[in-house]
């Protein structure tokens, strides 16, 4: 091992030597302070260790060279495959919080719709209120602080609510935990005016899913409510020991809560000094200064990471493997899975999670296949146009009635799954009449007792047993998501085998539970849909 003043010589000399890297020269200081980026030229000539996957892995092998497309919109995050875990059920995805905000040292970050009140989501108030604890008891105290971020109007909705369940945290803890609100810059003058509890719901939410603990980071698009911890089925992905993606998100959900209603203790609200408001500030210029904050975020994480990136490419030319530290030190990983966060915020004009998700439906080969799923199948204009006019296969799986998370519900809400059988039949008589049944086809999700929440794609290329590429998060590929709430997802692209079969396994869990729609189905006592729903649905389908 050299001398420390000779590593310095080494960072200096490969600095020097890129052309490339002056416009990158302000994130200097920050990447010096990483052992590895010192040490990348003589890491990558280093034999591999004993745990490095076999054969050698590349971070331009066939996948994840096919969609290097996707990091000219977004940071691209080059990580090993076996610090990715596919968590399957809401059970598993509540224990899993759990245990992370137990042993988190440094941060809990969580970013969701809204909390519920029962006791599930009481023991987890409990769980951070324990953690927070530990860490003013530990000598010296420990600096842990706590974030969260829900959407105002669900947040707030009822007596007991989302609020009424932090406020003991800020009280006991004002100087390390942090609640803010999103409030919808669309919903303000006579429309917040006329709008009650619920209904105040459909013009823009805070819809991001990210549940953050330390350097791990849990991807989904699952609440922090009781049934998605029981018996709602969504996706999970939890990223271990991913420091540069956690940091990410931590910025991200940052940014959003500057601009957001931040909580007080006697359940009041205000904005931060100099912040403009949402419903009773002008609206552009909130938008502007929120659209400047999140792609300062978006932006800062990209440079850093084609810096990064480019220094990995140098150390290629004597390489045949890319390797990466893990957090812990305790070992080197190999490249091979690529993590791509896309963001959809269409009222500060940013639209990435669109165009990424637009342009990998317009490239998608001829033979290869896409598993689609929606808890609520709405889609778009354009997204429904390229199902039908690419070529690729489509396999998409959306809620029977029973499951969809409205049934049953009062009034006008206990149509909506009527309303989503009324959609989902008009884009399969699309199908059926321009003959492309054997191309795109349709399920339907049910399980007893059970509802269905779950959404992204896993897509496979031509020939290919296992998925290369998935989407995750909480998009719906729906009005909503594109247009009205503020969402967050990942593109995850991956070599590793291990992975793979995670996701595959993943998809046939959730596709085993469907049956395939046929025009039969349609025929079903419990797919009626009346005449006013029939007539009210084109009207309002953009709100729900």
Not at 159 to 164: D, E, G, I, L, P
Not at 281 to 309: H, L, P, T, W
Not at 327 to 346: E, F, H, R, S, V
């Amino acid at each position: 091992m050299p001398h420390s003043s000779n590593m310095a010589l080494m960072s200096r000399a490969v600095i020097l030597a890129s052309p490339m890297l002056s416009c990158y020269m302000f994130e200097l200081k920050a990447i010096m302070r990483s052992s590895y980026l010192l040490l990348a030229p003589l890491l990558c000539q280093a034999k591999p260790q004993a745990e490095v996957p076999s054969p050698p892995c590349s971070a331009y092998a066939h996948n994840i060279q096919r969609f290097q497309w996707i990091g000219e919109f977004v940071p691209a995050f080059g990580i090993s495959g076996s610090q990715v875990k596919v968590l399957s059920s809401p059970s598993e995805f509540y224990e899993t919080m759990k245990e992370h905000i137990k042993m988190a040292k440094k941060r809990i970050v969580m970013a969701s719709l809204y909390l519920g009140t029962g006791p599930l989501e009481q023991e987890l108030v409990d769980c951070i209120e324990e953690t927070l604890q530990r860490s003013q008891d530990e000598t010296p105290k420990s600096d842990l602080r706590v974030s969260v971020l829900l959407d105002c109007t669900r947040g707030s909705r009822g007596k007991k609510n989302s609020r009424t369940m932090l406020i003991p945290l800020l009280k006991k803890f004002p100087n390390q935990v942090r609640v803010s609100l999103y409030h919808t810059p669309d919903l303000r003058g006579i429309l917040k005016f006329l709008l009650p509890e619920r209904f105040n719901e459909i013009i823009g939410l805070q819809h991001i899913k990210v549940y953050l603990f330390d350097n791990n980071v849990i991807v989904s698009g699952a609440n922090l409510s009781d049934s998605y911890f029981t018996n709602r089925q969504d996706r999970y992905v939890l990223l271990q020991d991913c420091h540069e993606i956690a940091d990410f998100f931590d910025d991200l959900v940052n940014a959003v809560s500057d601009i957001s209603l931040q909580l007080q203790q006697n359940d009041t609200t205000d904005m931060n000094q100099g912040m403009i408001h949402p419903f009773t500030g002008n609206r552009k210029d909130f938008c502007a200064e929120a659209n400047k904050r999140i792609m300062a975020v978006v932006n800062e994480a990209r440079s850093k990471q084609q810096y990064r990136n480019h220094i990995k490419c140098l150390s290629e030319n004597n390489s045949e493997q890319l390797l990466v530290p893990s957090d812990n030190g305790q070992a080197l990983k190999c490249t091979d899975t690529w993590i791509y966060p896309m963001i959809q915020m269409k009222s500060f004009e940013i639209r990435i999670d669109e165009q990424v998700t637009e342009t990998l439906m317009t490239r998608a080969e001829a033979e290869s296949k896409m598993y689609l799923t929606s808890g609520y199948f709405n889609l778009t204009k354009a997204y429904m146009d390229l199902i039908l006019g690419t070529s690729a296969d489509y396999q998409i799986l959306l809620a029977s009635p029973e499951v969809n998370g409205f049934f049953g519900a009062k009034g006008v809400a206990g149509a909506i799954p009527s309303a989503y059988v009324y959609i989902a039949r008009q884009f399969y008589r699309r199908v059926y009449q321009s003959g492309l049944q054997d191309r795109i086809r349709l399920n339907e999700y049910f399980r007893e007792d059970w509802t269905f929440h779950a959404k992204g794609l896993w897509y496979y290329l031509s020939g290919s047993r296992w998925p290369c590429l998935t989407l995750i998060g909480s998009p719906n590929f729906g009005y909503r998501s594109v247009h009205r709430d503020l969402e967050a997802q990942l593109a995850i692209v991956t070599d590793n085998h291990n992975l793979q079969q995670q996701l595959q396994q993943e998809q046939e869990n959730l596709y085993c539970l469907s049956n395939e729609i046929s025009t039969i189905t349609f025929d079903q006592p419990n797919r009626h849909v009346k005449l006013w729903v029939k007539l009210v649905t084109p009207l309002i389908k953009n709100f729900f």
